[in-house]
């Protein structure tokens, strides 16, 4: 079946323009994740959702970041004002549920000149 | 809180060498542990896992084993191929299963 999937793969943008990156999860999938991989960080958590409950945000490095999941699919992640320091691959996983294995889509590179 | 040290690379070894990565974690609680595993241009791949202390997890001959007394979880393979060549990622899951990773160690493995 279908994997998670995540547009644009690449994205090139200006200091201080707004970017919207999408991820669509496996279907049935109630967990999802976005995390950040980076040179200087590595990789890191941003934020989950699963199912109906409040989203863990505990991740999110500003307020520049946002994330939502619609009709508990699609997630758009949202990062505003971009620095040069956003950029990173964001990478999206989900899972059947929340303890249950992850699976990753191939990440969106996100390139702030 | 919750952390994953992982040996640095890059690792060079010759086909049918032995590889080990060691990775050690800090943890409250009884966090489960995996191995990642990210080939040249693909997205990050489950290798293994183990959800419990002394729990072994294997695949494609890569094992490790869940040592809750060294808070370990090392990687080993007996005979690398030059198609293990990847970055590997050790991790721990919490509560929410929001993964921890380490840094990630590059495997060069030549010919």
């Known amino acids: 079946g279908a994997g998670v999937s995540q547009s644009p793969s690449n994205k090139v943008t200006e200091k201080g323009k707004d970017v919207e990156l999408r991820c669509d999860p496996i279907?049935?999938?109630?967990?999802l994740y976005w995390y950040r991989q980076s040179l200087g960080q590595g990789l890191e958590f941003l934020i989950y959702?699963?199912?109906?409950?409040?989203?863990?945000k505990s991740g999110l490095p500003s307020d520049r970041f946002s994330a939502e999941r619609t009709g508990g699919s699609v997630s758009t992640l949202t990062i505003q004002r971009t620095q040069q320091e956003d950029s990173a691959v964001y990478l999206c996983?989900?899972?059947?549920?929340?303890?249950?294995?992850?699976?990753f889509g191939p990440g969106t590179r996100l390139t702030v000149l | 809180g919750n952390s994953v040290t992982q040996m640095e690379g890059p690792v060079t070894l010759s086909e049918e060498a032995f590889l080990t990565i060691n990775c050690t974690y800090t943890?409250?609680?009884?966090?489960?542990l995996f191995w990642y595993v990210q080939y040249p241009g693909e997205g990050l791949q489950l290798l293994l896992k183990?959800?419990?202390?002394?729990d072994k997890g294997s695949n494609k001959g890569f094992e490790a084993t869940y040592r809750k007394e060294t808070t370990s979880f090392h990687l080993e393979k007996g005979s690398v191929q030059v198609s293990d060549s990847a970055v590997y990622f050790c991790?721990?899951?919490?509560?929410?299963?929001?993964?921890?990773f380490g840094t990630g160690t590059l495997l060069a493995v030549q010919p």
């Open positions: 996983a989900s899972s059947l549920k929340f303890d249950n294995e992850q699976f």
């Open positions: 279907s049935g999938h109630t967990a």
């Open positions: 959702f699963q199912g109906n409950s409040a989203p863990d």
């Open positions: 943890a409250t609680g009884y966090p489960s």
């Open positions: 183990a959800t419990k202390a002394d």
């Open positions: 991790a721990l899951g919490g509560a929410t299963n929001k993964l921890i």
